[in-house]
Antibody
Framework: QVQLVQSGAEVKKPGASVKVSCKAFGHTFTSYYIHWVRQAPGQGLEWMGIIDPSGGTTNYAQKFQGRVTMARDTSTNTVYMEMRSLRSEDTAVYYC???????????????WGQGTLVTVSS | EIVMTQSPATLSVSPGDRATLSCRASQSVTNNFAWYQHKPGQAPRLLIYDSSTRATGIPARFSGSGSGTEFTLTISSLQSEDFAVYFCQQYNNWPLTFGGGTKVEIK
């Protein structure tokens, strides 16, 4: 069964960094892109970026360039999303999701991780 | 960026009734379009991809149609487990974008 399992909730102070993990089960890790999406309270879904677990290549939404880094560890089938200089507006549920097979970077998402709540508060 | 606009924001439906949800793209996304179901505290679930193809395990009461800029999700006979938020997504252009969601609630 294909599954993405994310790390637990985090509480951070403004200016801090957070690193969320997403561990993949049930498929060949290096064969599918992984995306990150967030949903702030009362808001819609916002695409953050994509990583190719095979080579580690990334593509970030312009809004997050310079503040977000996505990385992968092929030995543990895990993808990471780190966000720096956190502010209150970054309070959201962060999701990882499996995208298309390598070569098809624009694709639907299936499955999604269970989500990680990141709360930024002083 | 392509803006996805869903309507209505909330849809009140009785169990057993038909529900029709709409999503409009600000420019053509051809048929590179998906629908998802999202329940509180759960991971979103893929329902429909490529505008009209049901994902694995999705009941036949869910159907999708449309192309270009106008898309529709129809739930033919609402079951209790279908009350949730539904959102659309285009994957034709970067950045990938989502609609704001339609909440389907019990009437």
């Amino acid at each position: 069964q294909v599954q993405l399992v994310q790390s637990g909730a985090e509480v951070k102070k403004p200016g801090a960094s957070v690193k969320v993990s997403c561990k993949a089960f049930g498929h060949t890790f290096t064969s599918y892109y992984i995306h990150w999406v967030r949903q702030a309270p009362g808001q819609g879904l916002e695409w953050m970026g994509i990583i190719d677990p095979s080579g580690g290549t990334t593509n970030y939404a312009q809004k997050f360039q310079g503040r977000v880094t996505m990385a992968r560890d092929t030995s543990t089938n895990t993808v990471y999303m780190e966000m720096r200089s956190l502010r209150s507006e970054d309070t959201a549920v962060y999701y990882c999701a499996r995208g298309g097979i390598r070569g098809i970077s624009m694709n639907w998402f299936d499955p999604w991780g269970q989500g990680t709540l990141v709360t930024v508060s002083s | 960026e392509i803006v996805m606009t869903q309507s209505p924001a909330t849809l009140s439906v009785s169990p057993g009734d038909r529900a029709t949800l709409s999503c409009r793209a600000s420019q053509s996304v051809t048929n590179n379009f998906a629908w998802y179901q999202h329940k509180p505290g759960q991971a979103p679930r893929l329902l429909i991809y490529d505008s009209s193809t049901r994902a694995t395990g999705i009941p036949a009461r869910f159907s999708g149609s449309g192309s270009g800029t106008e898309f529709t999700l129809t739930i033919s006979s609402l079951q209790s487990e279908d009350f949730a938020v539904y959102f659309c997504q285009q994957y034709n252009n970067w950045p990938l974008t989502f609609g704001g969601g339609t909440k389907v609630e019990i009437k």
